[in-house]
Nanobody
């Protein structure tokens, strides 16, 4: 069974940076695809970024391209989402997701295991 533990997030001002971590407990984690989704207030959950564990395939949502970076640290079984130049519209609950059967995808139905969600708040 895959277990997902998220950490990070918090509050920052516009233009600031935050990082989110997603630690995955599984013997075969390095064969998985990892992704981050978010749910903004009053909106449906949306795709943010995805990566194969080796980093050969990476995908970003249009609203975060050039500002967010997804990185998989094989030594720590941890996938990171580094968020730079944050905007108030990035305020959301961010979720880590694991797909045991790659390739990477931007559709949440493809992901099997989810974290509990992390609040990110960006003030103007």
């Amino acid at each position: 069974q895959v277990q997902v533990a998220e950490s990070g997030g918090g509050v920052t001002q516009a233009g600031g940076s935050l990082s989110l971590a997603c630690e995955v407990s599984s013997r075969t984690v390095h064969t998985y695809a990892m992704a981050w989704f978010r749910q903004r207030p009053g909106q449906e959950r949306e795709f943010v970024a995805a990566s194969s564990w080796q980093g050969y395939s990476i995908l970003y949502g249009d609203s975060v391209k050039g500002r967010f970076t997804i990185v998989c640290d094989k030594s720590k079984n941890t996938a990171w989402l580094h968020m730079n130049n944050l905007r108030p519209e990035d305020t959301a609950i961010y979720y880590c997701a694991v797909d045991q059967f790659p390739p990477i995808d931007d559709k949440e139905d493809e992901y099997d295991s989810w974290g509990q969600g992390l609040q990110v708040t960006v003030s103007s």
